[in-house]
């Protein structure tokens, strides 16, 4: 066997031993309780319970948003498109946001949350990709790309009914991603970098999920953002200096940049801070835009089958 291949089924490993231990979610102890219990009356009920505490696990616990949904299910949320602020006052806010301005935000979203729940029941077949277009047609407020693929991937773990084809799920390429990925040594933040969705540093991560899980890449995505996190949840890959020890990747990593931040390089600075003249992160900003259009010509040109010379050439 290769040693790439032994790689791959080390990682393979890893990743399906991970799912196998990991710490159970509230929300899915509890929708299946209460899925058990006969509590949902529909398949419209089961789908608006997801949206909805998906949407609240934002910048917040599991257990926070898990409480909101409970509460806003008790005020009748599965039943009305409408909740007045006397009903719903406040929420347990996430970071960053007062709790009354939380409630208020969900009051104003939950006529769309209905809407977007009929849709998904109207149909039994769906592929992710197909999901995912649909969550950004309705755009519910504060349902973004991150919420709604774990919405997505909280439909396919519960509910068994709807059938959704995970193959062309992708993966989130965040900051916590996008670093693992390159201390792993499967990003390079020098070739590959990232400026949203189809970008060289995308496209190689997509890629490589799928051929890790040819039929559910999103088993990657957690495992990786978890690991990236800080030390208080239980993170490893922290911007410099990780803790390798206790990191579930620590037998088969390349350590690649362990003193500076993958991210400082191969990410887009403008997704971390606001762009502002006069600030040094406008003329880092400037480069970076010039170093991305480049690696997106080079990676046009590599789709496209032309290399080596013909790079130069070409540009
Ligand atoms: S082993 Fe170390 S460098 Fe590799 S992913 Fe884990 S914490 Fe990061």
Redesign the pocket.
Known sequence: MSWEKEWLDNFRKIIVEYHKNRAPDPFMIWFRKKDAEGFFNDAFEKVLTILIDARFDQRTTAKNALQNTVQVIQLGALKREFLSPEELPYLIPRQGMAGERWAALFRSSLQKLHELARIIVSKRNWSASELLALFQNVRVPYLGVKMSRLAVRLLYELIPTLRIDMRDYKIPIDSLVYR?LC??GILDPYNDVYFGENSPADLKAQSFAKAVFPESPHLLDEPLWA?GRQANVGG??YPKN???KG????NI???KF?YLDPTELGMNTSFKYKRTEGDTAYSRDENFDKKAQFAKFVEELKQKGIRGEEYREKS
């Open positions: 693992v201390r792993l690991t490893h890959c990780p803790n390798c990191c579930i990747f620590n990593c390349k350590r362990p």
